[in-house]
């Protein structure tokens, strides 16, 4: 009987060669997931597709670390003030947009 290890390792990883990491299949007239890797990008170190349960948790394990760092990066002193201006910003160009558009119509 196959006995599961105490201590689950994440298992080492390369990006597939189908795909080359993408985890995109790309034909002719198509595109789609790719089967080497199950869409994901990656493949155990021999080339082999990972183990679904491994999978799962590999990317449970990225995605809790993508929400760290952007919590991080959040409450690093001068991001949120940074990205309000740019919101106001992007603002301020849509309004100046509608109204150069609104000059254009009456000038025409
Ligand atoms: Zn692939």
């Known amino acids: 009987m196959k006995t599961r ?5 994440e298992p080492a990883t390369a990006p597939c ?4 990491g993408t985890g ?7 595109s ?4 080497a890797c199950d869409g994901t990008g990656l493949v155990a170190e021999d080339g082999e597709p990972l183990d679904m349960r491994d999978l799962l948790a590999i990317m449970r ?3 809790d670390r993508h929400g760290d760092r952007f919590r991080r990066l ?7 003030e940074a990205v309000e201006r740019h919101r106001q910003q992007q603002q301020q160009n849509e309004r100046d947009q ?8 009456r000038g025409a």
């Open 24 to 30: 995109e299949w790309s034909g002719m007239f198509s």
């Open 5 to 9: 290890p105490l201590h689950w390792q």
């Open 98 to 105: 509608h109204a150069e558009r609104k000059r254009q119509l």
């Open 17 to 20: 060669p189908g795909c080359n």
């Open 61 to 63: 394990r990225q995605r």
């Open 74 to 80: 959040w409450h690093t002193p001068g991001v949120p």
């Open 32 to 35: 789609g997931p790719c089967a």
